[in-house]
């Protein structure tokens, strides 16, 4: 593997992998999930479990994290914002959508994620789904018994709308 699926484009060995292996550790909120995201592409599930606190493993689900891991064909991650997070600070969160694919086709996974620092390490607190925004129109509607917006006096459903 040569760059880093984590989309940095540095390559892997210089990145999450050195993260993943233990080499250093992870400086942000956003390193972590950045290296979090690389242990699925690469199936480094017990790197998942390692890194979720301590609190919140009760319940982890091995097997299926392992299966969901090898299943998928992971295609990117994209990190939307960030909240805290940084060297200095004890907690942060991360919204992050990682795309892939399954036998049910292409689909977007968008998390909030939360991170806390503790004992100087990072670790995934818990994450929520983020649900997609509803669609703000920017004109509006055009009903088909409408006069069409191409300024032909027809009725939309007998214009543009057919």
């Known amino acids: 593997m040569s760059n880093c699926p984590c989309g940095s484009n540095l390559p892997f060995v210089d990145c999450c992998e050195s993260i993943i292996k233990g080499k250093r550790p992870a400086q942000t909120a956003e390193q972590l999930m950045r290296s979090r995201y690389s242990a699925y592409v690469t199936v480094d599930t017990d790197y998942i479990f390692e890194t979720t606190h301590p609190k919140h493993r009760q319940g982890y689900d091995h097997k299926g994290t392992q299966e969901w891991a090898e299943s998928a064909q992971w295609e990117n991650l994209e990190i939307v914002a960030t909240k805290g997070g940084k060297?200095?600070?004890?907690?942060?969160?991360?919204?992050?959508?990682?795309?892939?694919?399954?036998?049910?086709?292409?689909?977007?996974?968008?998390?909030?994620?939360?991170?806390?620092?503790?004992?100087?390490?990072?670790?995934?607190?818990?994450?929520?789904?983020?649900?997609?925004?509803?669609?703000?129109?920017?004109?509006?509607?055009?009903?088909?018994?409408d006069p069409c917006p191409c300024g032909s006096g027809a009725k939309f459903k007998k214009c543009c709308g057919k």
């Open 87 to 145: 060297e200095d600070d004890n907690a942060g969160e991360v919204e992050f959508k990682a795309t892939y694919r399954d036998k049910g086709g292409r689909k977007v996974h968008h998390e909030l994620a939360s991170f806390e620092k503790d004992g100087g390490k990072w670790y995934f607190n818990d994450g929520n789904l983020v649900a997609p925004k509803p669609l703000v129109r920017s004109e509006p509607k055009v009903g088909r018994n």
